[in-house]
């Protein structure tokens, strides 16, 4: 096999502009397509230099119920730091919490996708 990375992750959104908003005013993402296609809004969000872009998946858009994706793991330098400017923007945080291989903590989205913030521990 030669596969070198994964090009997105699909979130299933109810609300592209809602979400484009989170990701990009909340997160700090960065919008890398905004197209309109026959099929819908193809939307697509990253942070700066990422390889792997995050697609907000609009109603119709391949058939995905919107909230329905987990496990999202965005690796921060500042886990702490990240937390509270959630909080203060008034979105629920469970965590930080100290784990083996790092500080973890998570979140949703406007639609209920499940997010998660790591700083990794260093050697892990």
Known sequence: ???????????????????LRFYTDVLGLEVTADRDLPQGR????????????FTLSGPGMGGFEAGSARGIMLVTTDVDADCARLTAAGIPVQGPDE??????????DPDGNGLMLLTEKEGF
């Open 42 to 53: 193809w939307l697509q969000v990253a942070p700066r230099g990422a390889q792997t872009v």
């Open 1 to 19: 096999m030669t596969i070198t990375h994964a090009s997105f992750v699909t979130l299933p959104v109810s609300d592209q502009d809602r979400a």
């Open 99 to 108: 784990l083996p291989w790092g500080r973890m903590a998570s979140f949703a």
